[in-house]
């Protein structure tokens, strides 16, 4: 059967831009690909320069004297550490800060080998942040109200740089010392991760740049703070 020039010309058309759209196709990939492995080299290279961070945080430093302490809560020795540095005058006072609406202060002296006078008389214990923009906001409240401009901030090693970037958002804070708290467990030695090490850092890495963009954009997670056990409206 022959077929006629209608159908011959458009199977030709049809062809012809088949091949204009092959190199333009083939190039939109290359880009893509191109575009793919610079996002991930960027990420990777972040994670190296975030784990750095985390190591040179943890190692010691001079902790000058500060007009309060906060210290939070969700790593073994934060809490006995920020004590400790209360103990040695390093601040006025020291705030606890997202702890279990069901813990007490008797259980925190207790946890904590502390005589409860310490407790009542230099330490102030916040229920109501439910994650780390919460500590902060809260934190921030509680300078207010002490007067306090400069801080010292204990948390654990890895969650200092997430937990600066939250602090910085706070107006009522001048400056925060940190005081990182390293975990034994995630290092094999001064710089290596430990396997379990790796998975925190990596889990930790992935919040921080969700930090850092949000802060970028000028937003703020939502319920980071218990209205209801802050008293506030919500």
């Known amino acids: 059967m022959t077929m006629s020039p209608t159908k011959e010309s458009y199977r030709q058309t049809v062809s012809a ?21 610079a996002v991930c080299g960027y990420l990777a290279g972040g994670f190296l320069r975030f784990t750095e961070e985390v190591n040179l945080l943890a190692r010691p430093a001079t902790i000058t004297v500060a007009d309060g ?33 069901d813990t007490s202060v008797e259980t925190l002296a207790r946890l904590t080998d502390t005589e409860r006078r310490w407790f009542d008389c230099c330490v ?9 923009v919460g500590n902060a906001e809260m934190a921030g409240r509680w300078a207010s109200e002490q ?21 910085d958002r706070v107006g009522a804070i001048r400056s925060v010392t940190p005081y990182a708290v390293r975990r034994g467990d ?8 430990t396997a379990p090490g790796l998975r925190v850092l990596a889990t930790e890495y992935v919040k921080l740049v969700a930090a850092r963009f949000l ?13 209801r056990v802050a008293g506030i409206a919500p």
Not at 69 to 90: F, H, M, P, S
Not at 124 to 132: E, F, G, K
Not at 186 to 193: A, F, H, I, R, S
Request: charged fraction near 25%.
């Open 69 to 101: 302490i906060v210290v939070l809560t969700g790593g073994a020795q934060r809490i006995d550490q920020a004590i400790d540095l209360l103990k040695e005058g390093r601040g006025r006072r020291l705030l606890i800060s997202g702890v279990n609406p």
């Open 186 to 193: 995630l290092w094999q030695d001064e710089q290596t991760p």
């Open 124 to 132: 102030d214990v916040d229920y109501a942040a439910l994650n780390t």
């Open 215 to 227: 802060t970028t954009i000028g937003l703020v997670a939502k319920e980071s703070v218990s209205t």
């Open 147 to 167: 007067g306090f401009r400069d801080l010292i901030l204990v948390t654990s090693d890895y969650h200092m740089p997430r937990s600066l970037i939250e602090f």
């Open 17 to 37: 831009a088949g091949r204009r759209r092959g190199p333009a196709r083939r190039a939109a990939l290359a880009l893509a690909l191109l575009g793919l492995v």
